[in-house]
């Protein structure tokens, strides 16, 4: 038997099923996958930092043999989420100085409700949990998967809900985590319908990677309460084509059809999508898949992700040989988030101007005056 049908039951389209059966040990890790020295050395290393956790649905997407797998390597420990403490100066974690922390994204737009960030003036996050049903190891939010995370509770959250009450320009909230959909039906239907009663609360958004990494979420009965409540649009986290599954594109046809447009928001991974080749094959499956390719966040200063970042050049690289290259809808917005908020970066086609004209250069670098107004 493959491993794929020693994990495969009755149960496996079962959301709980997967979440209760989800891998956290490396014995039950090691009965699916032929594990390197290195994967199994990092295990328990970088176990006492961060939290391993990975649903049998993920894992069934991991090639068993390839510890260079796109899949396997955001979900499985490495040993350079430590390299603070075993590669550069030997002292533990928070001795070390420097713009990097494990959460920069909450800098700016604190509140004094700890679940919501008001970066922007119409719209703010709202954090209803820190758990995922995976954990991925590049988490611009990796404290929240470290063994002090801590989960929102009901008197937490109605103080969310009376932040966003009381204030008339939040146009737009954003359900966020952790996973938000790690939590049950009833507690999002709770948020959602006393957010739907506020008249400025225009529309609201679920970011939520359970189409990738636990597509069976995605239920008929999630969809009839959620289309209740619309506008509502959701934004998942595909970064490898190999995820787009025939069990993800499932789950979301069955969210396009209550109505629900999908987008998704990539993540640039050093060895996973950093070439133009991947991510094309990305963004074909997603547009084939319906969903809308929205950002391609350039990896967050991290600490213990930092193995994940490539150079802003080689971001910038990609874009230009996707924009021109392929359907415009299927082009996203390369971003890099900083305390002050998310910055688009471009490739430049504006090469020069002079009295009465600009200089524009095309996708293939042919260049062209254009009369300036
Ligand atoms: C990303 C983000 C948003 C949403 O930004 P959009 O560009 O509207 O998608 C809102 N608030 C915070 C704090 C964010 O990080
Ligand atoms: S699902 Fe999102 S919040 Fe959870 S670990 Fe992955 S990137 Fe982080």
């Known amino acids: 038997m493959t491993s794929t049908k020693e994990l495969k039951n009755d149960s496996w389209d079962d959301w709980r099923w997967q979440l209760d059966n989800s891998i956290t040990t490396l014995e039950a890790l090691r009965d699916h996958l032929n594990l390197a020295p290195e994967e199994e050395n990092a295990f328990h290393k970088v176990g006492k930092r961060y939290v391993f956790q990975v ?17 396997r390597l955001q979900a499985l420990p490495n040993v350079k989420e430590l390299a603070d ?16 922390s494990e959460n920069p994204l ?9 679940c919501i960030v008001h970066r922007y003036p119409d719209r703010v996050l709202f954090h209803l949990t820190n758990l995922c049903p995976t954990y991925c190891r590049h988490c611009s939010r990796k404290v929240h998967a470290s063994h002090d995370s801590i989960v929102s509770d009901r008197s937490l959250i109605d103080r969310g809900i009376s932040y966003i009450e009381a204030r008339p320009e939040i146009r737009d909230v954003l359900l966020s985590g952790g996973d938000p959909l790690t939590i049950g039906d009833n507690k999002i239907e709770y948020v959602v319908s006393r957010l739907r009663q506020l008249p400025h609360v225009q529309i609201i958004r679920i970011g939520t990677r359970t189409p990738v990494t636990l597509p069976q979420r995605i239920t008929p009965e999630f969809c009839q309460m959620i289309k209740k409540y619309h506008p509502i649009w959701i934004n998942t986290q595909f970064n490898h084509p190999n995820e787009v ?11 396009l059809e209550a109505g629900v447009p999908v987008g998704n928001q990539s993540v640039l991974l050093k060895g996973i999508n950093d070439s133009v080749d991947v991510m094309k094959r990305l963004v074909h499956a997603l547009v084939m898949a319906r969903v809308r390719p929205y950002y391609l966040y350039h990896a967050d200063l991290v600490r213990g992700a930092e ?8 971001g910038i ?4 040989n996707l924009r021109g290259h392929t359907s415009g809808f299927a082009v996203p917005q390369y971003v890099i988030c900083t305390p002050l908020g998310k910055t688009p970066l471009n490739p430049n086609y504006l090469i020069g101007s002079g009295p009465g004209h600009i200089a524009l250069r095309n996708y293939e670098w042919r260049t062209w005056k254009d009369p300036d107004a």
């Open 317 to 320: 690289h990609i874009i230009e």
């Open 85 to 100: 403490i075993y590669h550069i100066d030997q002292l533990p974690s928070f001795h070390r100085s420097g713009v990097e």
């Open 245 to 255: 599954t025939l069990e993800a594109k499932l789950a979301i046809e069955r969210l």
């Open 55 to 71: 649903t049998p649905y993920y894992l069934s997407l991991m090639d068993r043999n390839d510890p260079n797998d796109p899949v």
């Open 106 to 114: 909450w800098k700016e737009g604190k509140t004094d409700v700890k």
């Open 307 to 314: 193995h994940f970042r490539t150079s802003i050049a080689e």
